[in-house]
């Protein structure tokens, strides 16, 4: 790269040379250090664009090798995108002096307006929901909760376009750049399957997609045509949509006809510690629980085991649940008992909603 300044005579000429290059050295040493502590983001070049950048050269040519995609076609495609500052703000929140709240959260999640919108949604696709609750064997109410949490039944699937978010958390957001890159690595993968543009996909600025909100991975891996139309469209079938979650919990492990969640009673004296420490993965059985003070509140299936789910409320107590396995399968769509307690909770409203419309009806 030769600009005009550079191109004089003379003495002043070769001065002006030997500074430019003293400056480029120290710039090259600079941007060496930067690159060797941290991978190879430092806010300038978060937002460099993506085809100057050798990162984004070599994810190209790994794509071109292992799964046939035309050179000049990815090229094209990170030439017509940006890196968005927006998405590495998004991800990065300045941390918030408030305590996490479980009935802060439910209230946002569990409220008249998501309940009406499940009302409605649960009626005008009861076939989708029912077929998809028979075939896969998990509850109508947590296909309706999930699906109500995620986006308020497809209110809110994001407005960010999905190469560009996806792009620039691959190249631009260090600590988690290799998730990101498998994602946009099965987010072109999967545009290509289905025939669809990927410059038109818009989705969360995380890159999740459509009523569910699936990851690109995600899609690939556990969404179903479940509408038959031949391909997979979680933005414009509702009934892919539908099938697509419940197949996500079966293949996670749902257990048919098995209590997601169970109240707990605690004697006095109950040490609860040691339970709530152990994680949300299923580990006692009912002995086991009472050995330390604890009880499920009804009778469960012999033989299923449980976590104890402390939900903390900031300064006040705590709420608790106990958690078998279904528990536990929710959390994998989304790593957070909240997450868990609120697609439960909103999914039971709406089903004890349809149910008073139905006998209100009949
Ligand atoms: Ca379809």
């Given at each position: 790269m030769i600009s005009s300044t550079t191109r004089r005579t003379g003495y002043s000429s070769f001065l002006s040379r030997i500074r430019g290059t003293a400056a480029l050295l120290r710039a090259a040493a600079l941007a060496g250090a930067l690159m060797a502590s941290s991978a190879f983001a430092s806010p300038g070049t978060a937002l460099a664009p993506f085809a100057d950048r050798p990162e984004v050269a070599a994810f190209v040519d790994r794509l071109v090798s292992e799964h046939g995609f035309p050179a000049a076609q990815l090229r094209q495609l990170f030439g017509s995108i940006a890196p968005d500052a927006r998405v590495l703000e998004l991800m990065d929140p300045p941390p918030r002096a408030v305590r996490r709240s479980w009935q802060d959260y439910r209230r946002r999640f569990v409220n008249r307006a998501r309940i009406d919108a499940g009302l409605r949604f649960w009626f005008e696709n009861e076939a989708a929901i029912a077929r998809a609750s028979a075939r896969y064997g998990v509850p109508e109410e947590i296909i309706v909760g999930i699906i109500g949490v995620e986006t308020i039944y497809g209110r809110h699937t994001g407005t960010f376009p999905v190469a560009a978010s996806l792009a620039t958390l691959a190249f631009g957001?260090?600590?988690?750049a290799e998730f990101f890159q498998r994602e946009l690595e099965q987010f072109l993968i999967h545009a290509r399957e289905t025939g669809i543009d990927p410059l038109a996909v818009r989705g969360s600025y995380a890159g999740a997609i459509g009523l569910p909100q699936f990851m690109p991975s995600s899609i690939r891996h556990y969404a179903v045509d479940f509408d038959g139309d031949g391909r997979i469209d979680l933005s414009g079938s509702v009934e892919d949509a539908i099938g697509s979650v419940a197949n996500f919990l079966a293949e996670h492990g749902w257990e048919r006809g098995a209590p997601t969640h169970v109240a707990a009673r605690f004697n006095t004296g109950a040490r609860i510690s040691p339970l709530v420490e152990a994680g949300i993965e299923p580990r006692f059985d009912t002995a086991e629980l009472a050995d330390h003070g604890v009880r499920p509140a009804v009778d469960t299936p012999n033989g299923l085991r449980f976590a104890l789910i402390d939900l903390p409320n900031a300064d006040a107590a705590p709420d608790y649940t106990l958690g078998p396995r279904n528990f536990y399968v929710i959390t994998r769509y989304n790593r957070s008992s909240f997450y868990a307690m609120a697609v439960i909770e909103l999914g039971e409203a709406v089903r004890a909603a349809r149910l008073r419309a139905i006998s209100t009806a009949s």
């Open positions: 957001f260090p600590r988690r």
